[in-house]
């Protein structure tokens, strides 16, 4: 058995350019939120007999969030437009106490020396600026019917809820003859996802030297939680899609012999969510009534993703090389001057995505055997080592409020000791 009490700190704080953001943007907010957590886990475990194994344990939280903004904007009149140039201050503040209860229990099977079975059941529930509670099932297999093969299933159902430190309370009236009206007029709360997962893979040892993995999943959400950067201040803000779905293949490699070692990941994925259903005020009616009736591909989702490295070790020196190939994250699609969707809007939201691009980062790290002191290891890393310029954001799509770009290419030294 074992227990853990957590105690958390958070905040993060946004200073405008007052001047030249209301200039600009119509807006200059300085933006503080906070939060204070406490929580309780519990675990057990106890070995019934031979063939099942028993566990259980419990989760208590409570946390108290606030949230505090000042808005520097101008008036405006039924036309949109500024009839005065001498700014006043917003203030629009919030705080909610958030509680998260949750208890779980489930039992280890040992059907056969090469068959185990997970079941079992956890309960959740929280309240905070939304209510939700949910009994959750559990059930996974790991089969081995050879040797150099396994086999593992299952299916869990999530609840999952919005971060609170993120949610703030915004009165969207104050804002509407001003420099920076809401997009839309409502402002529903963020609300709990819930979410049925489905997995499934094998993992095949082809030798002793190599092995391959292959794995599928599937999740089904209701409310899927997503964050964007939306207003003036870039911080996350929650919120939701009605529906969700997200599938993908993983492909997996290892390769160990001697001093040689090397891996390769590939992966495909599809993520996709349809009717925004809280903080509706960041969207343009348009794109809420594209989305309303249209999937749409997650901000957040790379279609296709590779991955790998190769190592040897030469003594107490070990040279290393690694790669990350990647399909590029979600853009707005723009229409055609002049062309517009059925429901007003000049784009597909998230209907296009970034170039390609690869990163490709080399390294050696050599371990001083410094006698009774123990070992001192010396790394040297280049990050991008080819000097590749690659966009990850360009400042379009949903939730993406700046554009941000890949490292260039870096020298980094290190130095770790053991005790």
Known sequence: MQTSFIARYSSLTFVPDPIGDLLYTGIAQAAFKQNVAYALQSDAAYKLNEAHTLRAGLYLQTDRSTSTTTSEVLRTGNDGLPFSDLPFAISDDSAQVEWIESTYVQDEWRILRTLVLNYGLRFDTFKAYTNASQTSPRLNAVWQPLPSTTVHAGYSRYLSPPPSELVGGETIAKFITTTSPPASPLAASPLAERANYYDVGVQQKLSREFTLGLDGYYKQSRNLIDEGQFGAPIILTPFNYRYGKQYGVELTANYIYEQVSAYLNLAAQSAKGKDIDSAQFNFAPGDIAYIANNYIHLDHEQQKTASGGVSYR??????????????????????????????????????????????????????????????????????????????????????????????????????????
């Open 314 to 419: 030469w003594g107490r020196t070990r040279f290393s090389a690694d790669f990350l190939l990647g399909s590029g994250l979600r853009a707005d699609l723009d229409l055609p001057p002049g062309v517009t969707t059925a429901y007003g809007g000049t784009g597909i939201p998230n209907g296009a995505h970034l170039p390609y691009y690869t990163q490709v980062n080399l390294g050696v790290t050599h371990e001083f055997g410094l006698g009774a002191a123990g070992n001192l290891t010396a790394r040297f890393d280049v990050i991008n080592a080819f000097d590749e310029v690659y966009q990850i954001r360009n400042g379009t799509g949903v939730g993406v409020g700046a554009s941000q770009y890949g490292p260039r290419r870096g020298f980094f030294l290190g130095l770790s000791k053991s005790l």
